[in-house]
T-cell receptor, first 117, second 111 residues
Framework: GAVVSQHPSWVICKSGTSVKIECRSLDFQATTMFWYRQFPKQSLMLMAT?????????EQGVEKDKFLINHASLTLSTLTVTSAHPEDSSFYIC?????????????FGDGTRLSIL | GESVGLHLPTLSVQEGDNSIINCAYS??????FIWYKQESGKGPQFIID?????DKRQGQRVTVLLNKTVKHLSLQIAATQPGDSAVYFC??????????FGPGTRLSVLP
């Protein structure tokens, strides 16, 4: 149980393009989802916390107009990288928490590798 | 292992030996800790967790030890196998706040 699916797994696009990444909880409802960014040989860096039906909470230094997050349903959160540039190239990973849980692990998707040419 | 700039600490062990991966956490108020395994090109995979009211928890071939006095967490893997090769992250959580991930340690299993 607690499967999180992320799509696409890999995307290559030209500079200036906007890219949407989907994160779905397949067998549970997730009121809270998280978006992380990971550079090579580094740890996960939290970008934002996405709560169903409300605005996302962004971490300091993360541009909310650059990284648009939508969590319109209990099973889907999307991250849109707007007008992407080469410096946005990275590995983006989402995770989800089952609702009403405390002291439970996050369930991660398999990540999206974004390459901007 | 400790983070040294952008270099990921690496632990190399012989197949069949036991592995011990260490993590120093930052918040003395953290009450929940997790170890994740991340294989290349994939998302982190849950291995084992422990709450702050415990100092040891065992799973299948894995044991997590928690020393709150020195804010130290360790993951022990018994009879390490080639499939255990990955990057391992510890994560701490403070009463439902956001998880904070450690810098990670790369485990290489030698044949």
């Amino acid at each position: 149980g607690a499967v999180v699916s992320q799509h696409p797994s890999w995307v290559i696009c030209k500079s200036g393009t906007s890219v949407k990444i989907e994160c779905r909880s397949l067998d549970f409802q997730a009121t809270t989802m998280f978006w992380y960014r990971q550079f090579p040989k580094q740890s996960l860096m939290l970008m934002a916390t996405s709560n169903e039906g409300s605005k996302a909470t962004y971490e300091q230094g993360v541009e909310k107009d650059k990284f648009l997050i939508n969590h319109a349903s209990l099973t889907l959160s999307t991250l849109t990288v707007t007008s992407a540039h080469p410096e946005d190239s990275s590995f983006y990973i989402c995770s989800a928490l089952t609702p009403g849980t405390y002291n439970q692990p996050q369930h991660f998707g398999d990540g999206t590798r974004l390459s901007i040419l | 292992g400790e983070s040294v700039g952008l270099h990921l600490p690496t632990l190399s062990v012989q197949e069949g030996d036991n592995s011990i991966i260490n993590c120093a956490y930052s918040n003395s108020a953290s009450d929940y800790f997790i170890w994740y395994k991340q294989e290349s090109g994939k998302g982190p995979q849950f291995i084992i967790d422990i709450r702050s009211n415990m100092d040891k928890r065992q799973g299948q071939r894995v044991t997590v030890l928690l020393n709150k006095t020195v804010k130290h967490l360790s993951l022990q893997i018994a009879a390490t196998q080639p499939g255990d090769s990955a990057v391992y992250f510890c994560a701490e959580n403070n009463y439902g706040q956001n998880f904070v991930f450690g810098p990670g340690t790369r485990l290489s299993v030698l044949p």
